[in-house]
């Protein structure tokens, strides 16, 4: 019922959550190769809004991609599994992109599905060989760079802003720039692409950095020991010990940490939107666009909020839908940071005055807003948008298709004659706890969608 009661809060949200199950879908259709199948079944388990993302993605890009992300998750999955000793796990990271040129390489190490990527690496391997060269030399290039990159942080504390970057630049940056260098040996994206390496490695940090501060408690609580990698530098300046912000007593001074890393996460958004702005090719850019957009939604959903330090935060599926619904260029893109700057900077102005980060929040949000409305005013082409911003109504026509489809879910709920006709299934007329349960959705679906409609007619009507 959680989730019928946000989708009659947002009905905006109700076509996009329809249209990513359809792309959702779309991504469980397997290729027919035992190799490439594996893969693409291996991608849906361990990222379903990546599976979703790639697809969107030319052939001759796509099967890369997917081997390049496949090859640095089983490089990640050496480095997070705390229970390979170090004497193994260093040697193995360093020389981890050569397993991709061994058929008869696997090993068994991870947790849930990552189990199943490193006992069967050598699928991965078969579609890695089939690439052409150019694809092979930057999916291995990179990884031999990051595996280096994280075995020398295997024995270290991440103290400084500094290594914080560093360390950032390795695991997520290096990400940005092989996809650039993809990008320009596909064809599709222009061959600057080849030298965008600071622009792309911003990109790969605004990312991780997101991920770290949503994963706190994910993190402070791993077993058999912790890994993490807010700086010292930082939250020294608001606790002896990392653990000490799960605790209530400390909300307050975890609160005012977790703002600091917002900011320093928020200071890449300038080059992100630069990087953005140069890319060409439609696919591509909502390939790079989305996880952007997400990860300032993100932060939105984790400013001030202690709740980063006993759950999880994260945006709602129907707002993530959205994002991937109606994100089609680079101005929507700036309308979309540009939504969620605001709210930043809403919470920030509602903080108190006295807040250490107060002021910086809401200086990096006017240059956020600043940017992205310049870009939307340029773009000559740009019209008011059905998007999060502009928060548009629903047009009629689709009111009535929501109502359509609703009266159909209520004839297979009600178990009509006519349902067997238009579901192709035989229905039993005995009626179970879950078949009640349907009638009122159904119910609610139907009634919401007429109100829906006669709303909208009431507001044509004096508009």
């Known amino acids: 019922m959680g989730k019928l009661a946000d989708l009659l809060r947002h009905p905006d949200e109700i076509i996009p959550m329809l249209g990513m199950a359809v792309a959702a879908q779309k991504a469980k259709r397997l290729p027919q190769d035992p190799s490439l199948k594996f893969c693409y079944d291996m991608l849906n388990k361990?990222?379903?809004?990546?599976?979703?993302?790639?697809?969107?993605?030319?052939?001759?890009?796509?099967?890369?991609?997917?081997?390049?992300?496949?090859?640095?998750?089983?490089?990640?999955?050496v480095e997070d599994d705390m229970a390979l000793d170090d004497k193994v796990k260093i040697p193995l990271l360093r020389c981890f992109h050569e397993k991709s040129r061994d058929r008869s390489w696997s090993m068994s190490c991870g947790y849930g599905h990552y189990v199943a990527l490193m006992e069967n690496y050598q699928l991965v391997t078969d579609v890695f060989l089939s690439l052409d060269h150019e694809y092979q030399r930057v999916i291995e290039d990179i990884c031999k760079r990051m595996g280096n990159g994280m075995a020398d942080f295997i024995p270290k504390e991440v103290k400084t802003v500094e290594e914080y970057n560093l360390y950032c630049h390795y695991v997520a940056g290096l990400v940005g720039v092989g996809l650039s260098q993809l990008f320009a040996s596909s064809g599709l994206e222009s061959k600057e692409f080849f030298r965008l390496d600071d622009t792309a490695n911003e990109m790969g940090l605004f990312l991780q950095k997101t991920n770290i501060i949503r994963d706190y408690l994910e993190d402070i609580v791993e077993e058999p020991a912790?890994?993490?990698?807010?700086?010292?530098?930082?939250?020294g300046n608001y606790a002896d010990r990392l653990d000490e912000f799960k605790e209530a007593e400390?909300?307050?001074?975890?609160?005012?940490?977790?703002?600091?890393?917002?900011?320093?996460?928020?200071?890449?958004?300038?080059?992100?939107?630069?990087y953005m702005s140069k890319l060409k090719d439609p696919s591509i850019f909502a390939f790079c666009g989305i996880p952007q957009v997400m990860a300032i939604g993100t932060l939105e959903a984790?400013?001030?909020?202690?709740?980063?330090?006993?759950?999880?935060?994260?945006?709602?599926?129907?707002?993530?839908?959205?994002?991937m619904w109606f994100m089609r260029d680079h101005t929507d893109l700036c309308v979309l940071f540009r939504h969620y700057a605001k709210l930043i900077a809403a919470k920030?102005?509602?903080?108190?005055?006295?807040?250490?980060?107060?002021?910086?929040?809401?200086?990096?949000?006017?240059?956020?807003?600043?940017?992205?409305?310049?870009?939307?005013?340029?773009?000559?082409?740009?019209?008011?948008?059905?998007?999060?911003?502009?928060?548009?109504?629903?047009?009629?026509?689709?009111?009535?298709?929501?109502?359509?489809?609703?009266?159909?879910?209520?004839?297979?709920?009600?178990?009509?004659?006519?349902?067997?006709?238009?579901?192709?299934?035989?229905?039993?007329?005995?009626?179970?706890?879950?078949?009640?349960?349907?009638?009122?959705?159904?119910?609610?679906?139907?009634?919401?969608?007429?109100i829906s409609i006669v709303e909208r007619l009431t507001a044509i009507r004096y508009d």
């Open 226 to 235: 912790p890994r993490m990698f807010w700086p010292k530098e930082i939250w």
């Open 46 to 77: 361990v990222s379903r809004s990546f599976a979703v993302v790639i697809q969107q993605l030319p052939e001759r890009l796509r099967d890369a991609i997917c081997v390049f992300y496949l090859v640095l998750r089983a490089l990640d999955t």
């Open 302 to 323: 984790c400013f001030n909020n202690h709740a980063v330090f006993t759950g999880v935060v994260k945006m709602r599926r129907g707002e993530t839908a959205k994002i």
């Open 348 to 450: 920030a102005i509602a903080m108190k005055a006295s807040d250490p980060h107060r002021e910086e929040i809401l200086e990096i949000c006017s240059q956020i807003e600043e940017t992205t409305t310049a870009r939307i005013e340029a773009d000559t082409t740009y019209h008011r948008r059905a998007t999060l911003e502009d928060d548009a109504p629903l047009p009629l026509s689709t009111r009535v298709l929501f109502l359509i489809v609703s009266l159909m879910f209520g004839a297979y709920a009600f178990k009509l004659e006519a349902a067997q006709n238009i579901f192709g299934v035989l229905l039993q007329h005995q009626y179970s706890a879950v078949d009640y349960i349907n009638m009122f959705i159904a119910i609610v679906l139907v009634l919401y969608s007429i």
């Open 250 to 274: 400390n909300a307050d001074r975890a609160v005012e940490c977790l703002n600091h890393m917002i900011a320093n996460a928020l200071s890449h958004v300038g080059k992100c939107l630069e």
